[in-house]
């Protein structure tokens, strides 16, 4: 399990300066997070603005 970022991501790139573990990066329209290496922590979710990270555990896209 791990978090993910939806499509409210507004690409501003606090969560990866946030994240303990390094495992958020750019993507091509949204940053994106590592899945392999996420621990779940929840620090990107509260730093986000616009609440683009969630849990990856549910049907929540
Ligand atoms: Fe990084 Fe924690 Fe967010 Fe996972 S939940 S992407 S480890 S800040
Ligand atoms: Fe996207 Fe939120 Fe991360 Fe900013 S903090 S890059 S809006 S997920």
């Known amino acids: ?3 993910k970022i939806t499509d409210k991501c507004i690409s501003c ?3 990866a300066g946030a ?3 390094s495992c958020i ?3 091509d329209d949204k940053f994106k997070i590592d899945p392999e ?3 779940e922590c929840g620090t990107c979710a509260g730093v ?3 609440e ?3 849990k990856d555990d549910e049907n929540n896209d």
């Open 1 to 3: 399990m791990a978090y």
């Open 13 to 15: 790139g606090t969560c």
């Open 19 to 21: 994240c303990p573990v």
């Open 25 to 27: 990066s750019k993507g």
């Open 37 to 39: 290496v996420c621990i």
């Open 48 to 50: 986000c603005p616009v």
């Open 52 to 54: 683009a990270p969630v």
